[in-house]
Structures are given as structure tokens and as C-alpha cells.
């Protein structure tokens, strides 16, 4: 059993930042990826980005490349999600998600884990 502890949503205005953390109970599998997904009043809940635990490797959505960085922190179990330049449109719950095994990360299908949620909101 993993559990997952979002923290830093918050009211930001457009074009400033937040950082999210997300902080795990334990390791687990050497393939395991952790991700973050959005979810916004009315829509699918929808991949933001993912880390590959063992090698770093990232993956982002095209709605936030070049604004969103994804990272982590082995030595706390945690993983990051830094985002610049924000806009109303990222208004959302975000949610952390850990994949113990197999392929694919932008599908929430493929997640086995996921923590609370915490309410990102970008005022115009």
C-alpha cells in the first residue's frame, strides 16, 4: 500500500507560480513512475506530467511543456511539480499518482495509487 500527500495548491494570479509536492509512503517497484493530472470542474481528469522513479525521464502534456517541471527528491519519497507562468486554464484539482508497473504514463488507468487532490486556482 502507497499512500500519496499532496501539498502547495493554492490562488495564484496569471502568470505567477506554485509549486505542488507530493510525498510518498514508500518506494516501491524499480519501474515505477509518479505523476500529476488535473482535474477541472466538468472535464475528464486529464495527464499533466509524469517522472520515471529510476531514471529521471520526463514526460509532459502539451498544454504545459516549457512551463511545468517535474521532478523528485529519492532521499523524501517526493516528487514535485513546479509551475510558471500560469493561466486561468490550469485551474484545477491537481492530483499525484504513483504507477507501481508496466508502461504508459498519460493514461489515469494505468495508475495504482493516487493521493487527495489540492485545488490549484489561477484568477485573470
Known amino acids: 500500500q502507497v499512500q500519496l500527500a499532496e501539498s502547495g495548491g493554492g490562488l495564484v494570479q496569471t502568470g505567477g507560480s506554485l509549486r505542488l509536492s507530493c510525498a510518498a509512503s514508500v518506494h516501491t517497484s524499480n519501474n515505477y513512475a509518479m505523476g500529476w493530472f488535473r482535474q477541472a470542474p466538468g472535464k475528464e481528469r486529464e495527464f499533466v506530467a509524469a517522472i520515471i522513479w529510476s531514471s529521471s525521464t520526463t514526460y509532459y502534456a502539451d498544454a504545459v511543456k516549457g512551463r511545468f517541471t517535474i521532478s523528485r527528491d529519492n532521499a523524501k519519497i517526493t516528487v514535485y511539480l513546479q509551475m510558471n507562468s500560469l493561466k486561468p486554464e490550469d485551474t484545477a484539482v491537481y492530483y499525484c499518482?504513483?504507477?507501481?508497473?508496466?508502461?504508459?504514463?498519460?493514461?489515469?488507468?494505468?495508475?495504482?495509487?493516487w493521493g487527495q487532490g489540492t485545488q490549484v486556482t489561477v484568477s485573470s
Open positions: 499518482a504513483a504507477r507501481l508497473r508496466g508502461i504508459g504514463v498519460t493514461s489515469p488507468l494505468t495508475y495504482d495509487y
